[in-house]
């Protein structure tokens, strides 16, 4: 079972196209990426601004409840 | 304007994430992954970063702890969350002193004078930030290291000292007759005619390495015994 854990992010994170929001694993001391994690279940909340699809590589849309 | 999840079906290896495509433009309100290190060689912080177009990263948002090598969270960054107080991961340092007359060299302060309380039991959960040491007697001065705020606190039990007398607590650096005193007043509970007293003070040094003590005051014409002191003193914040 995986512990919970939160942390802050900036309000209001308005981005455009081909920007990305990725996790990654950096060491504590040196800021270097830990190799060896995997990510997975990443959900991604929004207000979507835009018309069109959101889909891309592995991210898909949530199916809603009327889906 | 609509709410929406966007989730990976699949498990990635880090840094993973989300690339907004092309003419679509979000708001992020939260963020949630599962971040898994079972294979990883050592312990971690799982971070969120905003990557621009050209790879340069905007901004980092981590967690206040690591994740150790091997282990697995369940990480949700937004907005909102106050940041942990920064801390040695050990909690708050701690320095106490104690003298019991019961247990050892008996200590008393002559008529109309002044001395520092020595200290035989010790406790020192920091070594980096306290040391204890002797000016006059035994254990008597306490070395507050880092420049900061530290919250200090001693209780004394004694003589009345004929009324006037005590524990201060000050910066060795203080002539002892410049010491203020305080009224002792027999307590009634302690058989003898006894007294309670105590003082505690907010020291917020500016400079390393401030050294303090706990001066027992007898500006009467009486001599006066003590049989129990304890001194206690928290860190609390860095900086100057």
Redesign the interface.
């Known amino acids: 079972m ?27 001391s040196t800021g270097d ?18 018309a ?11 199916p809603g409840p009327s889906a | 304007m609509a709410d929406a999840v966007i989730r990976a079906q699949q498990v990635q290896t880090a840094p993973a994430g989300y690339t907004v495509p092309q003419a679509q433009e979000i708001v992020v309100k939260s963020v949630r992954a599962l971040v898994d290190g079972s294979g990883a060689g050592s312990a971690f912080l799982a971070v969120l970063q905003l990557v621009a177009p050209d790879k340069s990263v905007v901004w980092e948002a981590q967690t206040d702890t690591t994740i150790a090598a091997g282990a697995s969270a369940n990480v949700s960054w937004f907005p909102g969350v106050s940041p942990a107080v920064a801390s040695s991961g050990a909690g708050v340092a701690f320095a106490s002193g104690n003298y019991d007359s019961g247990a050892n060299p008996p200590f008393g302060v002559a008529a109309g004078t002044n001395d520092s309380q020595p200290f035989y039991q010790l406790t020192n959960t920091d070594p980096t930030v306290f040391t204890w040491s002797t000016t006059t007697n035994n254990d008597d001065t306490l070395t507050l290291h880092p420049a900061g705020t530290y919250l200090c606190f001693v209780g004394y039990q004694g003589g009345t000292g004929g009324g006037l007398g005590g524990p201060v607590i000050v910066p060795s650096s203080v002539p002892f007759a410049t010491h203020n005193y305080q009224e002792l007043t027999a307590n009634p509970a302690l058989p003898g005619g006894f007294a309670n007293a105590s003082d505690y003070t907010i020291i917020h040094s500016t400079a390393s390495d401030y050294a303090v003590q706990v001066i027992i005051t007898n500006p009467s014409g009486f001599n006066m015994s003590v049989f129990e002191v304890d001194f206690y003193v928290c860190y609390l914040a860095t900086g100057a």
Not at chain 1, 2 to 17: E, F, H, L, S, W
């Open positions: 995986a512990a919970p854990m939160k942390a802050a992010m900036p309000d209001n994170v308005d981005i455009g196209d081909s920007f990305t929001l990725r996790v990654a694993a950096l060491d504590p990426a830990v190799a060896g994690v995997n990510i997975s279940n990443m959900s991604i909340e929004v207000d979507h601004l835009t069109g699809s959101l889909d891309f590589g592995p991210f898909m849309l949530v």
